[in-house]
């Protein structure tokens, strides 16, 4: 049989464990930029300003409207307090209280409404300012000063990475992907920095595969970002433990007859034939 122990080599890439991309939550004009491309960025700071007129017209037109609605209320309530006094002293009727308390009920209705749309105002007007979601570097920059920006088209505006935490990522193919386990060590080589090796262990399985290569997406966190970048194309080495090793044998020890595939097998100085079916041709073995 083959050695139990088999080491992969695979091709990785690294990334920021922490990377987002930046959209705008309002449209409008992108008005100012505060930052650009590699520029340092904590969270919640400023990073663009964008300008729509036509929202503030719209909040002022809202908030008129509350303002008209408090009036209104107001006005409601002292009617149906000047009714049900009148109706103490048998001036006004049982029917003229409920309807001015039916008129109380529709201007409280009223100013609920104009206040939720001034405060769904408000919040799209703070939305025209795009902050930073955590502290990191803007890796990309994807728009200028005039630029129109929608909120709608879901483009972005910056993409954030935080560069002090990298994380590497690979693929296992399927013949080894069941025998691979968190916390398994690692090896991380650098292909223009040979001889540096970076240990890690598995940090996150995807636990299935994916259809289009038959592979499962493993990750992990590097404990060291120096001379790291994210991108970056790397190798990974890690050794997995077969519970049933394959048998091996030369390719020249293949006999095909016409009970099909076999191999001449020895036991107490008497030849036996034994049927066999090839997993992998390796060239000179098999």
Sequence with gaps: RAPAEVELRLPGSTRAVEESLVLARASGYVSRLTVDLGDSVTAGQVLAELRAPETMDELRA?????TDATENLNWARQSSERI???????VSTAQELDNAQLVVSSAQAALR????????????????????????VVTERFVDVGAMVSA?????????????????????PQTYAALVRVGQTIAVERPDAPGQVVTSTVTRLAGDLTTTTRTMRVESN?????????GMFVNVRLHVERPAPPVVVPARALAVTGAGMQVWVVEDNVAHARAVTIARDLGRDI
């Design 222 to 230: 590097l404990p060291s970002t120096e001379g790291l970048l994210g």
């Design 84 to 90: 049900a006094t009148l109706g103490s002293r048998g």
């Design 113 to 136: 409404a104009s206040t939720a749309d001034a405060a769904r105002l408000r919040s799209m007007r703070r939305y025209q300012t795009v902050v930073a979601p955590f502290s990191g």
């Design 62 to 66: 809202a908030e008129a409207r509350v």
């Design 152 to 172: 709608s088209s879901g483009s972005p505006l910056f993409r954030v990475s935080s560069l002090d935490r990298i994380e590497v990522v690979f693929e296992v």
